[in-house]
T-cell receptor
Framework: EAGVAQSPRYKIIEKRQSVAFWCNPI?????LYWYQQILGQGPKLLIQ????????DSQLPKDRFSAERLKGVDSTLKIQPAKLEDSAVYLC????????????FGPGTRLTVL | GDSVTQMEGPVTLSEEAFLTINCTYT??????LFWYVQYPGEGLQLLLK?????DKGSNKGFEATYRKETTSFHLEKGSVQVSDSAVYFC????????????FGQGTTLQVKP
């Protein structure tokens, strides 16, 4: 079974530029999560989708971050404009359904904002 | 709000030593508790879990017991190997939650031969 795919793996941009990350969850997984992991910290949830609807985006900085999940499969997370403090690893995870089902994580995208 | 606190690392042990990584949590109700592991260059993987008080989760020689009275979920292994070198994260999903994982800050384990 293929795992969660993410691209790109690494991205370096200058502050105020925009960037987008892509995630393809495990086939059949209805729930998709985006987490932000700052160096030395645990991951923090940014947004959770159930199919193509948003379940929780309470910690998403909506003035600069946006995310969508077209047709309930792939998802894109965008940052515009980026700030220095956005430097982090962005992790995508999926689960068969939400609540207490195991979440499977992708390898992450490491973003560096200069 | 809900939170998780882990012992600070790094933890350095010799092969075959006993491992304990402390984890305590703050949450209302009855959360589910998890340990995730991140090996070098790899993504986060679920190591073990426990969903109710006094449950013991176990996998690959690792164990953790859900202690409601001390709000703890300490990770233990009787004899570590070099291949156990990784970052370990304690996490919870709050009761009635949609599935959002709340993580501790992670503890780096280095095992020397």
């Amino acid at each position: 079974e293929a795992g969660v795919a993410q691209s790109p793996r690494y991205k370096i941009i200058e502050k105020r530029q925009s960037v987008a990350f892509w995630c393809n969850p495990i086939s059949g997984h209805a729930t998709l999560y985006w987490y932000q992991q700052i160096l030395g910290q645990g991951p923090k949830l940014l947004i959770q989708f159930q199919n193509n609807g948003v379940v929780d985006d309470s910690q998403l900085p909506k003035d600069r971050f946006s995310a969508e999940r077209l047709k309930g499969v792939d998802s894109t997370l965008k940052i515009q404009p980026a700030k220095l403090e956005d430097s982090a690893v962005y992790l995508c995870a999926s689960s068969f359904r939400g609540s207490y089902n195991e979440q499977f994580f992708g390898p992450g995208t490491r973003l560096t904002v200069l | 709000g809900d939170s998780v606190t882990q012992m600070e690392g790094p933890v350095t042990l010799s092969e075959e030593a006993f491992l304990t990584i402390n984890c305590t949590y703050t949450a209302t109700g009855y959360p589910s508790l998890f340990w995730y592991v991140q090996y070098p260059g790899e993504g986060l993987q679920l190591l073990l879990k426990a969903t109710k008080a006094d449950d013991k989760g176990s996998n690959k020689g690792f164990e953790a017991t859900y202690r409601k009275e001390t709000t703890s979920f300490h990770l233990e292994k009787g004899s570590v190997q070099v291949s156990d070198s990784a970052v370990y994260f304690c996490a919870l999903i709050g009761s009635g939650n949609t599935g959002k994982l709340i993580f501790g800050q992670g503890t780096t384990l280095q095992v020397k031969p």
